[in-house]
């Protein structure tokens, strides 16, 4: 069976899909294209993950795009995989916030395989962005953090620490808007049931170049730890390369735990001294020397961009590669955002505006 992967219209042999002329895929390598799951038709493999896929599902009446992630089948025999692939659409449900990706359905298939039903995206992941452009313009970025900031605010605010914060897991729309993604491994505090710091046979859970010190060590997590990884993005994204880098493991996060991160303005010269403070706090060993919540590292990227020039809010989505969300995809309802945290951005050139004071 070959599978259009634009309108996932089917046909038994190779050609052009009758209905909007795109060139007809071969499904036979993946049962579950062309397949319907619920009310969507499977179109094409968007993405693949440790966990599962990812894959663009298309409903025939009214021509509405979701992703929709499938568990893989041995990950489907664990019940603590099950139990963290659940918990992705337990968190973003309890925060409800635009800057989360929206959760729309949770179920299994015929197989017993469950599957999360989300909100499909145009665009691309901020790793993708940072590869393309390596040195991101500082105020777009600041204003794209803002946004992260946003969701991390309203996450916190409703007891869920994210605690795999990445590049990966943040998605630039081609307007540069921002959408975080994938809570799969989110610590809901005051749940007794949520996943630990640690899994059952003692691994770490979230990914070591962006792993707190406390983390790191299974140490408290709070949302500090968020924190610390957002510094770390904005070292990465402003600067091109991650604070640390190391050839094991146990190195990198020795370094993450014990050494002190080169300045970012060694490696961008026009930087101004109070951007460069602000992701240094943020990478303070000691959590008590970070921001102590989203709304305050957001407060203090407004003061350090200020006097940036127009050219540092050159947008950044729209150069991006058209793609859509992948294996990292998260969800959430949506409602009012906690903190409300408005983008940066200028109005007139040399002068950027001033968002307003987050409620």
């Not at 990884?229 to 190195?251: H, K, M, N, R």
């Not at 303070?284 to 006097?307: G, I, M």
Request: net charge neutral; with cysteine.
């Amino acid at each position: 069976m070959h599978v259009c992967p634009e309108c996932a219209e089917s046909s038994p042999s190779p050609g052009f899909c009758p209905r909007d002329g795109t060139q007809m895929e071969d499904g036979q390598e993946d049962p579950l294209l062309g397949t319907e799951i619920g009310a969507y038709r499977i179109a094409r493999l968007i993405g693949v993950g440790g966990m599962g896929r990812v894959y663009k599902g298309v409903n025939a009446s009214i021509g509405s795009r979701v992703a929709i992630k499938v568990l893989s089948r041995d990950c489907a025999n664990n019940k603590e995989l099950i139990d963290r692939f659940f918990a992705e659409a337990k968190a973003v449900n309890v925060i409800r916030h635009e800057n989360i990706v929206n959760v729309l359905n949770l179920d299994r298939l015929p197989d017993r395989r469950p599957f999360i039903v989300m909100e499909f995206l145009d665009g691309a992941p901020l790793s993708k962005v940072i590869s393309n452009r390596k040195q991101l313009p500082l105020g777009s970025l600041a204003r794209v953090t803002g946004e992260v900031l946003s969701a991390l605010g309203a996450a916190h605010e409703k007891g869920v620490i994210h605690r795999d914060l990445k590049p990966d897991n943040i998605f630039v729309t081609p307007h540069g808007r921002a959408k975080v993604l994938d809570f799969g491994i989110a610590k809901l505090t005051g749940d007794q049931t949520a996943i630990s710091a640690q899994t059952r046979d003692g691994s770490l859970m979230g990914t070591p170049h962006y792993m707190a010190p406390e983390q790191a060590q299974a140490g408290t997590i709070d949302p500090r730890t968020d924190i610390y990884a957002v510094g770390v993005i904005l070292f990465e994204a402003s600067t091109g390369q991650p604070p640390f880098v190391a050839d094991t493991l146990y190195d990198l996060l020795h370094k993450h735990v014990s050494a002190a991160p080169p300045p970012p303005r060694s490696f961008r010269a026009d930087m101004p001294p109070a951007y460069e403070q602000v992701i240094l706090r943020a990478l303070s060993k000691d959590p008590n020397q970070r921001q102590q919540s989203a709304k305050e590292l957001y407060r203090e990227l407004v003061e350090a961009t200020r006097q940036l020039p127009e050219t540092a809010w050159d947008p950044v989505g729209e150069a991006e590669s058209r793609m859509t969300v992948g294996m990292s995809a998260i969800p959430t309802p949506a409602g009012p955002p906690t903190p409300s945290l408005s983008p940066m951005q200028p109005t007139t050139p040399h002068t950027p505006a001033q968002p307003s004071a987050p409620t």
